[in-house]
């Protein structure tokens, strides 16, 4: 009895560690991506829109690790899709897809520790992300998968995150709207938080964790 009390107070203690970083996804939770309009401009270049869900499934992982480059993406995409149309053309659509939650923004913005951004994103996406956002500004590291060619979650990743900014994986909360990328960071030992909206994230990050002023 008296093991299993040290154990409990043991796993407290580790779980209320004070945190130290946050973490944050950027897709669907910093920004979104209007899926409709990439659609609509595909049906009306007479293309088949039917075609891009499958696509992107199939091939937005590798090109979100940069081992397909924007060129090949985009004009695989167009001849799927039946598109008559230069791949430079599709890649500044896709751009204007991008919506940024600036409620969300001013979330961040209130958080006075360290504060990571960590997104498996394609280097489409990452040029437009940063001409809209003053990211560095906003966080204290920027992480793409783009950049780095892996897996945000791949733990030598992780581990090299905790080391830079000497900090402990019980001392880090990461959000994420994704149950799977959740369920990795826990396992790593991260403290987490499901994205739903950003009202509760705000009211999460108050009453849980004390981030907010």
């Not at 796993?11 to 130290?20: P, S, V």
């Not at 080391?163 to 019980?170: A, L, M, S, T, V």
């Not at 799977?180 to 990050?205: M, Q, V």
Request: some cysteine; hydrophobic content about 40%; aromatic content about 12%.
């Amino acid at each position: 009895m008296i093991i299993l009390e040290r154990i409990i107070k043991l796993q407290l203690l580790l779980y209320f560690a004070k945190i130290k970083a946050v973490i944050f996804d950027f897709g669907d939770v910093i920004g979104h991506f209007d899926i409709e309009h990439f659609d609509k401009f595909v049906s009306l270049n007479r293309g088949c829109p039917s075609k891009v869900e499958s696509f992107f499934k199939e091939y937005k992982s590798e090109f979100d690790k940069n081992r397909i480059s924007e060129k090949e993406f985009w004009t695989k995409l167009s001849e799927v899709t039946e598109l008559n149309i230069g791949w430079r053309v599709l890649a500044r659509n896709n751009q204007k897809n991008l919506m940024i939650d600036y409620y969300m923004i001013e979330i961040i913005k209130e958080i006075k520790i360290t504060k990571i951004l960590l997104s498996n994103m394609d280097i489409t996406t990452v040029k437009q992300i940063k001409s809209e956002l003053e990211i560095d500004a906003l966080f204290d590291d920027v992480i793409f998968s783009c950049d780095i060619e892996k897996n945000k979650l791949d733990f030598e990743i992780l581990n090299k995150i905790c080391n830079k900014h000497k900090i402990n994986p019980e001392e880090v909360l990461f959000i994420d709207d994704y149950e799977g990328n959740i369920s990795k960071a826990k396992d790593y030992g991260f403290k987490t938080i499901l994205f739903k909206d950003s009202k509760e994230l705000k009211e999460r990050l108050n009453k849980e964790f004390g981030l907010l002023r």
